[in-house]
């Protein structure tokens, strides 16, 4: 009897288990890699604003607006009120500040459409990094310059580990002043 049952189960459940693993894992690593790891995605907001303006003609520090960056996991997306301090006063004549005027009466926040994302079970903390002395553009690519926000890197396990591998070499001028060190390449570092 007991061979009977061990034989049945190697004989069924165990093609038919590894089968939904290995469909999953296939159908995961398409769909994941469709649409999170897009280099060139730059949807349409709401309200057409310029980081090559504000991060670049006009030198606004990201922490300005990207209040979380340094305290964090997320860079958090500004609320209207930053937008207002200056906006209140400069350029409301503009059909874009109109509109952004407009979400600032009505208390409400500025439907952004999100650029960068990474998969559910990646964990990212902003501050790590931001406080280590690593740029905005080293993975956002060169924001001050863009007119409108586009996904310029992939976000693939890859490109993390290659940095995490080679961060002295690759920001040595850091190593001595924040302390830098090669990030950490277990698995649970990034993976939860």
Known sequence: MRKSVLDYILRIYLPVTLLIVVAT?????FVSRE?????????????????????????IDCQYCH??????????????????NCHQVARTDSPEIQKLTKFYNDDQPVPWKRVHKLPEHVYFNHSVHVNKGLACQECHGQIQTMPVVAQVKPF???????CHRTAKEKFPHLVSLTGLKNGPENCTACHR
Do not use: F, W
């Open 67 to 84: 209040t979380g960056v340094t305290k964090g996991r997320h860079a958090m997306v500004p609320p209207v009120s930053t937008c207002m």
């Open 35 to 59: 649409e999170r790891y897009h280099v060139g995605y730059a949807p349409t907001q709401p309200i057409n604003y310029s980081h090559e303006l504000h991060a670049g003609q006009m030198g």
């Open 156 to 162: 693939m396990m890859a490109d993390c580990l290659e």
């Open 25 to 29: 894992y296939t159908v995961t690593y």
